[in-house]
């Protein structure tokens, strides 16, 4: 199994600027979790989907963030405009009902 | 609502030693509890999980977490601790309650392993 795929992996913009962040989760898993990561504020849990569907978008931080999932192995997070506090590492993650997740490798985003 | 925490920044150990990583929790009903693990510029990985059955968990690289429900613990532990496992460790906790599928992260331990 290929796990998890995020892309890119890698990322520096310029404020202001759009930031798309790509997910691929494992396939026949119906969860689909982004989270953050920044030294201040730990592992954050910004919005999860089940079979496609936003469930629980409270840990968005704001309207500049946004997420969709048009099917069921892909799922983009979004930054409009981007500042330099969203600098982190987003995390995406699947699993199936009541499994475990599984974490992709993280987009390092940094914004200057 | 439910939360966990992890009381250590940094955990130092010599290596042969044996190691624990403190995690306790809150959340109503029977909890998910998860461990992982994760080295720099990487993912997390998982390790263990204990969902029901045998308080003992045993898990990936000689790891186990002993599940105390009384204490409301899930505390990560390896007899013999090597280099290799000096990373980060996280404890997470997912409620059982129908309808919600969070995991909650705790804040992350340190672990180190000294030659």
């Known amino acids: 199994d290929a796990g998890v795929i995020q892309s890119p992996r890698h990322e520096v913009t310029e404020m202001g600027q759009e930031v798309t962040l790509r997910c691929k989760p494992i396939?026949?898993?119906?969860?689909l979790f982004w989270y953050r990561q920044t030294m201040m504020r730990g592992l954050e849990l910004l919005i999860y989907?089940?079979?496609?569907?936003?469930?629980?978008d409270s840990g968005m931080p704001e309207d500049r963030f946004s997420a969709k999932m048009p099917n069921a192995s892909f799922s983009t997070l979004k930054i409009q405009p981007s500042e330099p506090r969203d600098s982190a590492v987003y995390f995406c993650?699947?699993?199936?009902?009541?499994?475990?997740?599984?974490f992709g490798e993280g987009s390092w985003l940094t914004v200057v | 609502a439910q939360s966990v925490a992890q009381p250590e920044d940094q955990v130092n150990v010599a290596e042969g030693n044996p190691l624990t990583v403190k995690c306790t929790y809150s959340?109503?009903?029977?909890?998910?509890l998860f461990w992982y693990v994760q080295y720099p510029n990487r993912g997390l990985q998982f390790l263990l999980k204990?969902?029901?059955?045998?308080?003992l968990v045993k898990g990936s690289y000689g790891f186990e977490a002993e599940f105390n429900k009384s204490q409301t613990s899930f505390h990560l532990k390896k007899p013999s601790a090597l280099v290799s496992d000096s990373a980060l460790y996280f404890c997470?906790?997912?409620?059982?309650?129908?309808?919600?599928?969070?995991?909650?992260f705790g804040t992350g331990t340190r672990l180190k392993v000294l030659a």
């Open positions: 204990y969902i029901t059955g045998d308080n």
């Open positions: 993650a699947s699993s199936s009902v009541g499994n475990t997740i599984y």
């Open positions: 959340v109503s009903g029977n909890p998910y």
């Open positions: 989907f089940n079979n496609n569907v936003p469930i629980d």
């Open positions: 997470a906790v997912r409620g059982p309650t129908s309808g919600t599928y969070k995991y909650i």
């Open positions: 396939s026949g898993h119906d969860y």
